[in-house]
């Protein structure tokens, strides 16, 4: 099935979806089903329950956690010219809070995210989609934590297809797909998306928001409650932040995992790749967070 015909399968199925909540947990089946494309159409997300189980969410973080060990043990700072967000975590030990192309380092993982379950998300995305494991940031894994020497505590309003303009290209229509690692009800802060604005013209995609300094909640936003194994889809030109956890310690972490499905030109990077200008400026952010720390 081609986006275009999900969009059209979305539109007449638009009444339907009149009366869904903003939190509906939907159901990855064989397909994306036509109330499912209509939501999404209209609201800019889509939100799956239990896609993973929890063992293979156990394997993705032991894989995760492996990871980082071994690069804190060999000192790595950045990965194909994308910097590792790296801060103080549990204990104050070193912590790697941004993991860029973890799919790059774990078998399991690039396997994992290759699965036939999720054939209907590959599809909506597009007929001659990818999985980009070395391109862009690769399958990026988010570890959030309220501690005091924290980089990665929250995250900001923001639009994902900003990020093109930093490489020079107007942003075009994409779809994130994020896996949740961790429980996450309301009440540990979490995913916030601004339903709709998706469809927002490119002027309110620049300036609605002041793009990662705002971290004041909205009226209208969404709060995604997920557990881990869940999936959610949104539209990357739609608003979302993440918001910082009222506790502290063990108790605020939260783990998410954004799968790259990229259309665009094949854009492979390497150990040479230049960092982008706006991964300097947050480097530079996250450097004076931990001095402030010392
Ligand atoms: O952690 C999340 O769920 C969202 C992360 C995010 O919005 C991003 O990395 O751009
Ligand atoms: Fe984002």
Not at 67 to 90: A, C, H, M, T, Y
Not at 112 to 120: A, K, M, Q, V, Y
Request: a neutral charge.
């Amino acid at each position: 099935m081609s986006a275009a015909a999900v969009f059209e399968m979305g539109m007449n199925a638009s009444a339907e979806i009149d009366d869904l909540p903003l939190d509906t947990r939907f159901e990855l089946g064989a397909e994306v089903t036509p109330i499912q494309a209509a939501f999404l159409e209209r609201h800019g997300y889509l939100i799956f329950g239990n896609v993973a189980s929890s063992d293979e969410v156990e394997r993705i973080n032991q894989e995760v956690n492996r990871i980082e060990s071994e690069w804190i043990q060999d000192d790595r700072k950045v990965i194909n010219g994308v910097p590792i967000f790296k801060g103080l975590g549990l204990e104050n030990k070193p912590m790697m809070q941004r993991i860029p192309f973890s799919s790059c380092y774990s078998d399991y993982i690039r396997q994992f995210i290759r699965s036939e379950r999720f054939e209907p998300v590959r599809k909506l995305i597009g007929d001659t989609v990818r999985i980009g494991d070395n391109e862009k940031d690769g399958c990026v894994v988010n570890t959030y934590v309220n501690v005091p020497g924290s980089v990665y505590p929250k995250l900001g309003w923001h639009t994902d297809g900003l990020r093109d303009l930093f490489y020079f290209r107007m942003p075009k229509q994409m779809l994130n797909v994020g896996l949740h690692l961790t429980d996450c009800p309301a009440s540990n802060g979490g995913l916030r998306l601004l339903p709709g604005t998706h469809h927002q013209g490119f002027f309110k995609m620049c300036f609605h928001k002041l793009y990662f300094v705002d971290h004041k909640p909205d009226p209208k936003e969404v709060t995604v409650e997920t557990r881990a194994g869940d999936l959610t889809i949104h539209d990357g030109r739609l608003w979302h932040r993440v918001q910082q956890s009222p506790h502290t310690g063990a108790a605020s972490v939260r783990r998410s995992m954004y799968v790259p499905y990229l259309t665009d030109d094949f854009e492979p990077k390497s150990e040479s790749s230049k960092t982008p200008f706006y991964h300097h400026l947050g480097a530079l952010a996250r450097q004076l967070k931990l001095w402030r720390h010392r």
